[in-house]
């Protein structure tokens, strides 16, 4: 079946399963996305898709999903109190590129080395660094999954929710606030997409635990952005904030994985 869909040309496979999965999305009940989020959201799968195949889309589906489900996680008490996600958590553009454009660039990259577009020499200091970018890019969607499940079951089910900074009580839903139930939410959120980026042959198991210690990094310096700059920039954004959260994320487990490499050596 596999070799059936890599004799097809890849843009065709996915403009034409994207275009089915996006048409039965948009007469679902519940909107996952908005319009303009559909096609963007559609778009980043052609790419997802073209440059890593099924394996990387699996990886992308399977946070979208369950970033989704648990979005709507006590939805009803969340918007009486106020802290609920805009648009009963449909996702719009800056939501998709917020959550998913580190991931995309890193998939750009490996496509890119892939085509011979980009030759890198024998000698270089990075060897393999399609193994480095795909790390990066399963590593940025573990430090999503992980802040988005934190954050929305913590609202939901935090008995108890501090500012990382300070350590002090604040209602939940408070920016860089955290919760002992929203955080182990989220160290399994992070697990178990990276065992799914391991069971599709996009790393190894040691990956595995450099995307779940990347993401715990990631996710708790992105609430210490939240608790110190994000109410002094308005340019700092949930979606910007986003952005640097998975970049974090990324590159915490290209180090890490960097510096294993180099002591073991």
Not at 190 to 196: G, H
Request: include cysteine; glycine fraction near 10%; charge should be positive.
């Amino acid at each position: 079946m596999s070799s059936l869909i890599y004799s097809v040309n890849p843009w065709l496979v996915a403009v034409v399963l994207n275009t089915i999965l996006l048409g039965l999305a948009w007469i679902a009940p519940k909107k996952l996305l908005t319009p303009a989020g559909s096609f963007h959201a559609w778009f980043l799968a052609i790419l997802i898709w073209v440059t890593l195949g099924w394996q990387g889309y699996a990886v992308v589906m399977f946070y979208f999903l369950v970033g989704s489900g648990v979005t709507r996680i006590g939805m009803a008490q969340k918007e009486a109190e106020g802290i609920a996600e805009k648009r009963s958590g449909a996702r719009g553009p800056e939501n998709v590129w917020g959550s998913a454009l580190t991931g995309a660039l890193c998939a750009l990259g490996v496509g890119i080395i892939n085509s011979g577009f980009l030759v890198l020499s024998p000698q270089s200091l990075v060897p393999n660094p399609q193994s480095l970018l795909l790390l990066g890019y399963v590593a940025s969607f573990s430090t999503k999954l992980a802040d988005t499940t934190a954050s929305e079951v913590g609202k939901a089910y935090g008995k108890s929710t501090f500012l990382i900074t300070t350590l002090k009580p604040v209602p939940r839903g408070t920016e860089g606030a955290v919760s002992l139930e929203g955080t182990l939410a989220g160290i399994v959120a992070s697990i178990a997409i990276a065992f799914v980026g391991w069971a599709v042959g996009l790393i190894d198991l040691l990956g595995v635990a450099w995307c779940v210690l990347a993401a715990f990094i990631a996710t708790n310096l992105e609430s210490v952005i939240g608790a110190t700059l994000q109410s002094k920039y308005n340019w700092l954004t949930n979606e910007v904030v986003n952005i640097f959260n998975t970049l974090i994320g990324a590159i915490a487990a290209v180090l890490l994985s960097w510096t294993w490499v180099n002591i073991i050596k």
